[in-house]
């Protein structure tokens, strides 16, 4: 599933829309019933309304009625896995997930936890939210 996760994740990348910084990146989620959601970066000539591939697929998932995940992998052409930025460390705390894979266009992947990404993190415990 992880293969298939990456796969997504890269197919994803080849939509994103980067005519600013020309980084791409892909994201894939898998729900905890088995479906997976993608995501890529939007980019915008105002350039602070870019959204990450992380939080579009994150969000295509919750848009789609999934409330439940077990790993988000997201991939970019990069030397080393890539890391995910701040913002999207914050989203993925929203939600439990087993394992967060980042990966690079060759192949190599590292495996982490939201934790380790985002330790000491504020999450929706504080708020109690409604589920
Ligand atoms: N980007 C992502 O999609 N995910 C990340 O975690 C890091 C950054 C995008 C945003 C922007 O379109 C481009 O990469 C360069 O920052």
Do not use: W
Request: glycine share 6%; charged share 20%; aromatic share 8%.
């Amino acid at each position: 599933m992880d293969k298939k996760l990456l796969a997504a994740a890269l197919a994803a990348r080849e939509n994103a829309y980067a005519p600013y910084s020309k980084f791409k990146v892909g994201a894939a989620v898998e729900t905890a019933d088995g479906h997976i959601f993608t995501g890529c970066n939007v980019e915008n000539a105002s350039y602070g309304l870019t959204c990450c591939a992380e939080r579009n697929a994150v969000f295509a998932a919750i848009g789609s009625g999934a409330r439940s995940f077990k790993v988000l992998c997201v991939v970019a052409d990069t030397e080393e896995p890539v890391a995910p930025c701040g913002a999207c460390r914050q989203v993925l705390a929203e939600f439990p997930f087993e394992k967060i894979i980042l990966a690079n266009c060759k192949g190599l992947t590292k495996v982490m936890t939201v934790a380790e990404l985002l330790p000491y993190s504020f999450g929706p415990e504080a708020l109690e939210p409604e589920k």
